[in-house]
């Protein structure tokens, strides 16, 4: 490999770090990864959501991509299954991996969730609380045999990946067994004006061990989030869906405003048109559709901040689908109001 290449893959690497360095100022040291879609990754937003549709299974999948122009840019993807039953629990299983630069870094999380939903009150029962637990680990790793230190220059034969260096990194990958909590509250009773739902979680709650960190191997901040929305019935077909997110880890915060339209377009058929903003980062319109049993969308971040800049302007994109199985048995007359987002 020439110089000049292992040059060009050092300052790709360094891109990469100095936007994250960014991205840590302003989001104060917020550690974990976000979607702009949290919706379709419910079992990351609260494991109180874990069988909260209308059907017997739910599967997941969303991908997010961004800065693309670093050469490995930051790439976020997640996947979830989740499922029903009649006995008042429901149960789930969730991955979410993420991976940035040219160092082979990579953040990865497995959870199996489980929610319980007997508390039950109103019309029908249609009023609920449910309460959600979830259990898994956080795995952590990087090859530092793939990067360039500055000590491995020589002025007269110029880089070479095999002279030594002085920077010995020997904590290479890292796994902390880690847990969560959360409660939602959703109307659904059908034939209603407005359904409101609510719901609030706390990951990390066994404070696993930041063995990554450079002193002192800290423990990871509690990240709390709070998201709430209401789903307006405008006539037949159509319906309103404002939403709005809270989320706080450490000293880091981030509010997210949002609505979308869902319109019927025919029996088996729904369009969606909405937009996100989340303050002092990035504004995100989103286009979705549902065929029968899936939904599929879409979002692009327009990022506002000063990290746009820095990144030449590229911004994030996330592409989700989405498909829910229902039992062979004859559909109800009226609908369950699900409190999706």
């Not at 419910?42 to 109180?48: E, V």
């Not at 990240?223 to 939403?243: E, F, K, M």
């Not at 989340?278 to 319109?285: H, K, V």
Request: proline share 5%; net charge positive; hydrophobic share 40%.
């Amino acid at each position: 490999m020439s110089t000049f290449t292992q040059l060009s893959k050092a300052c790709r690497f360094g891109a990469v770090l100095l936007a994250l360095s960014v991205t840590a100022v302003s989001t104060h040291a917020q550690v974990d990864p976000h979607f702009t879609q949290y919706y379709v990754y419910p079992s990351w937003l609260n494991p109180a959501l874990t069988g909260a549709f209308d059907g017997t299974y739910r599967v997941s999948g969303i991908n997010r991509n961004q800065w693309g122009n670093v050469s490995i840019p930051y790439r976020t993807t997640g996947a979830s299954a989740d499922f029903t039953t009649e006995k008042n629990l429901n149960y789930g299983a969730s991955v979410l991996r993420q991976t940035a630069g040219d160092g082979g870094y990579s953040y990865t999380t497995a959870y199996g969730n489980f929610a319980y939903t007997g508390v039950r009150f109103g019309p029908n029962e249609q009023k609920r609380i449910v309460f959600g637990m979830q259990f898994g680990l956080i795995q952590r790793r990087f090859d530092p045999d793939k990067l360039s230190f500055g000590d491995q220059w020589n002025p007269v034969l110029g880089y070479s990946a095999s002279n030594p260096t002085s920077d010995v990194l020997n904590a290479r990958t890292n796994a902390v067994f880690d847990a969560g909590v959360g409660i939602l509250y959703f109307d659904a009773q059908p034939g209603k004006k407005t359904n409101f739902f609510a719901g609030l979680s706390a990951a990390h709650i066994t404070r696993p061990t930041d063995k990554f960190h450079s002193f002192n191997n800290p423990k990871l901040p509690m990240r709390v989030t709070a998201h709430a929305g209401l789903r307006i019935n405008l006539n037949d077909r159509t319906s309103l869906v404002p939403n709005a997110l809270y989320m706080m880890q450490g000293s880091a915060r981030e509010t997210m405003l949002g609505a979308y339209v869902a319109s019927r377009l025919s029996a088996v058929t729904d369009f969606m048109l909405g937009a996100n903003y989340r303050f002092n980062d990035a504004a995100s319109p989103f286009v979705g559709f549902t065929y029968n049993n899936m939904m599929l969308s879409a979002s692009y971040d327009i990022n506002t901040s000063d990290l746009g800049r820095i990144v030449k302007g590229t911004n994030s994109f996330e592409i989700s689908l989405t498909i829910i199985g229902r039992k062979s048995a004859k559909t109800p007359e009226i609908d369950f109001v699900c409190p999706r987002l």
